[in-house]
């Protein structure tokens, strides 16, 4: 996706790219400190599991 926004001409960043848990209060100002907090700001949050697959058990 980050690829094919840069494609398309849409700013974009990524927030993290290792395994590290941030707080709450990391995750926004890092997300306000890229973008500002304008109401034409979307974020969107992949989340990828690094075993690839989930399992639900009932």
């Known amino acids: 996706m980050y690829d094919r926004f840069q494609e ?3 700013p974009v960043a990524i927030t993290r790219d ?3 848990t941030l707080t709450r209060s990391e995750r926004l100002s890092t997300m306000t400190d ?3 907090n304008d109401e034409n700001v979307i974020i969107l ?3 990828i599991n ?3 697959f989930v399992t ?3």
């Open 8 to 10: 398309l001409g849409v």
């Open 34 to 36: 890229t973008f500002g």
């Open 56 to 58: 639900w058990y009932y």
């Open 18 to 20: 290792t395994d590290r």
């Open 45 to 47: 949050s992949n989340h």
């Open 50 to 52: 690094a075993g690839g």
